[in-house]
């Protein structure tokens, strides 16, 4: 059973800093896609960042700029890290992966962007950002 845990979430000024990790247990896939969702309050739950097997890391505009996605040298980890927050970056954050049983496919029409619907995430971690 996959299971995904996040954690690093907290409150913190506009402007401030913080980074969220996300480990997972329960899957071994050769190709996939694992990606950052959030979900504000009145809100849907939106994906902004996805990183694939291959290294492939994709932004929305909203935190291109700010936000890093990588993959942490433990297996199955996933960190993110948050800069120059705003308070429109308040929500729920969560954790997600896909597997995409063939390769990764990169540009447009690709198979790992943040569209993604993803089979598998965690319980979330809050983020508030007060200005």
């Known amino acids: 059973q996959v299971q995904l845990v996040e954690s690093g979430g907290g409150s913190v000024q506009a402007g401030g800093s913080l980074r969220l990790s996300c480990v997972g247990s329960g899957y071994t896939y050769s190709s996939y896609c694992m990606g950052w969702l959030r979900q504000a309050p009145g809100k849907e739950r939106e994906g902004f960042t996805v990183?694939?097997?291959?290294?492939?890391?994709t932004y929305a505009d909203a935190v291109k700029g700010r936000f890093t996605i990588t993959k942490g040298n433990a297996k199955n980890t996933l960190y993110l890290q948050m800069n120059s927050l705003k308070p429109e970056d308040t929500a729920m954050y969560y954790c997600a992966i896909q597997p995409l049983g063939v390769a990764p496919i990169h540009g447009p029409g690709g198979n790992c962007h943040t569209g993604v619907d993803f089979d598998d995430w965690g319980q979330g971690t809050q983020v508030t950002v007060s200005s």
């Open positions: 990183f694939d097997s291959d290294g492939m890391a």
